[in-house]
């Protein structure tokens, strides 16, 4: 080895980076690259950690032997930005040099002493309020950061630059337009001088894509869309002739992940809209629920892989793609995973795309009518979460996965919010293990027709969940190198739609719950070693990192609009020198889907929805009414709801139709009976009529 090289080398170790194929010579920020490139210790500078997604800190300060001392060393309430029900609060945090980075629901940022919780200052985005084309809450996933800015997405599809030091804003750039369907909800990642941003709207018929923006000025140096035009790259997979590449959704929803070494970045692409009509369609639908790999400089395409082909079960691929190295029969691999909305963690080669462990395709089900396709991936190894429903009263079909529906509602599990839904896995390379988070619930799917109209929700049909059907959740350990479940624990309420996991070099994994609490578990069995209560659903993923030779790991606590776990606005840090006392438990979220308990209002003809900041509610949720009774449904909140009737999976047989805000519709009951109804934008709201 000569001189150089072995000074080169030396300096790649000293640094411990990750590629160290890969030596910088010019990067627009030296000192981000460097921590981007390199195992996460003090600082947490991106939103998976660093460029892998991993969320695996080299921190061991707190460990299996000392976790159960933990506790809070701060707790910061964000002045009320994102507190309500139309809110979720999912935003992992950033640190640099002992100042934290957090943005919330309502896209406003703030930056927090990382060892007193102390505000040094805050941006409040001011976006309209009135913004209609949120599909699943008013949510931001987190924050980059580099050349001494911060970058976000909002709500409003915008992609913003602010001076880390004081907040104020450098330039935004709309990358769309959201009276057109689209937002962001996904911390960007940046790296070497780009800002790469997914976008979202699949629930409104968009045009998915990746967008680079120039880190210095915004301007958008390219974009690569996930819906090929005909021609391109995976045209042929949609029917000719037809304009669904400009409205087939296949958003993305998280964080990429960048392998510098091999130029590539990586992403999880959504589902394709509408969401439960395959009938119009015909074709694999590329590239919708895939993983897709790009050349980062650039955006040429490299490789994809498509997890559910033609899909009609809103089984996407949301959470973010993970990058991790194994030795396979004693060869060294280049690993990406990811964790589906199937219950599968599907596991691929970073090289190329192809299976690292083996996926097979096989034969499934046919539906003529929804163009099913005729071969679906299944992965050699254990899916998380049960892939069939139980068979319920009231409903004459159930199946598993890849179980095909037309008209007649259909059981099937996993749902269509997962297996694992937005929320982020962890990788341990000290176990070789995968924490996956997931969500165990039935979905009624049923198609129905739906025509494309800007700026409006395009599902073609439902998945709410049965009325009175258990819902819940687990953890996973899943090992890398077979895709085998090394541990499992349930949980009572659905994971997976909101807080994810990292893990420690101290042996641990932390997690939120959406009952409030933050959990540490042994990274090489699953066992609870401690639970604190941070007063509001803790349904976001924690991080690690170090003040003043101090260990923290923090959390947002502020609930998930989707689970229905408490609403707040706090930050929360825990230390082994911690002296704060765990807060009182908030009212856990349902555990059954449905009205089913809860207060009747006697005799009461109206409903208002979205009232009272609690956007994703009916009010009252259940009213025992006379026949002959006309029930006026107002829309009370900021996004257009329905009221629509729901039997036995079965929709519309009533309905009020879409009410923007401020607008009424009467539904006379004339018959005694028992009226369910849902919102079927948001069709995990429910309703009860009861008639006499
Ligand atoms: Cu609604």
Redesign the pocket.
Known sequence: MSRCVRLVAQTLIAFGLLFPGLAEVRAADPEIDRLLQSPTGKDWVTNGGNLTNQRYSTLKQIDTSNVKQLKGAWMTRLKGSGFGGKYSFEATPLVKDGIMYIVTGNDDVFALNAKTGEFLWERWSGIDQKITSVCCGWDNRGLAMGEGMLFLGQLDANVVALDIKTGREVWKTPIEVWQDGYGVTSAPLYYDGIVYSGITGGEYGVRGRLTALDAKTGKILWRWYTLPAPGDVGGESWPAGTDHYLHGGATIWNTPALDPELGLVYFSVGNCGPDYDGSIREGDNLFCASVVALKAKTGEYAWHFQEVHHDIWDYDAASPALLFDTVINGQPRKGIAQAGRTGWVYILDRTNGKPLIGIEERAVQQEPRQKTAKTQPYPIGDAIVPQCAKPLEGYERAGCIFEVFWEEPTLVQPSGIGGTNWSPMSYNPDTGFFYVPGTIRTSAFARYGDQYKKGKQYNGGTQAAPIGSEMSGNWTGITATTNKIAWQKNVPYRVGSGGGSSTTAGGLVFHGDPSGTIVARDAKTGEMLWQFQTGFGAEATPMIYEVDGDQYVAIAAGGNQGVGSANGDAVWAFSLKGQLNPLWPPPPPPAVAGPASGPIAEGADTVK?GDNNIE?GYFPKRTRVKAGTAITFTNAGD????ATAFDNGKIGSWDTGVLNSGESKTVTFDKPGNYYYI?T??PW?YGQVIVE
């Open positions: 929805i994703f996004t257009p709801h329905t919102c934008p948001h709201m």
